[in-house]
Nanobody, 124 residues
Framework: QVQLVESGGGLVQPGGSLRLSCVAS????????FGWLRQAPGKEREGVSC????????VYASSVRGRFTIPKDNAKNTVYLEMNDLTPEHTDVYYC?????????????????WGAGTQVTVSS
């Protein structure tokens, strides 16, 4: 059974950093590509970043480029989202999701398996 479990969210002050983790089970990390998407109340879920677990290619939304990175650890079957220099605009629920191995995409509809999400709140 495919399962994605996120962790690492919480409350952080503006300018701070967080690292989110997404542990995959039921399949190996190189079976899919993985992405992080975020959603605020009343808004559409939007892509933040995506990584190809076969060759490490990545894509970032323009709003997070230079602040966020998406490393992975195949041995731990885990994908991370490292977030730096956070602002209140980054306050959202962050979701980990998997997509087909040939897709490097930020489009929500391209993802087929989802985690439950983890809340990130940036506030002083």
């Amino acid at each position: 059974q495919v399962q994605l479990v996120e962790s690492g969210g919480g409350l952080v002050q503006p300018g701070g950093s967080l690292r989110l983790s997404c542990v995959a089970s039921g399949f190996t990390l190189d079976s899919y590509n993985f992405g992080w998407l975020r959603q605020a109340p009343g808004k559409e879920r939007e892509g933040v970043s995506c990584i190809s677990t076969s060759d490490g290619s990545v894509v970032y939304a323009s709003s997070v480029r230079g602040r966020f990175t998406i490393p992975k650890d195949n041995a731990k079957n885990t994908v991370y989202l490292e977030m730096n220099d956070l602002t209140p605009e980054h306050t959202d629920v962050y979701y980990c999701a998997s997509t087909l191995p040939l897709q490097l995409t930020l489009i929500r509809g391209s993802y087929n398996h989802w985690g439950a999400g983890t809340q990130v709140t940036v506030s002083s």
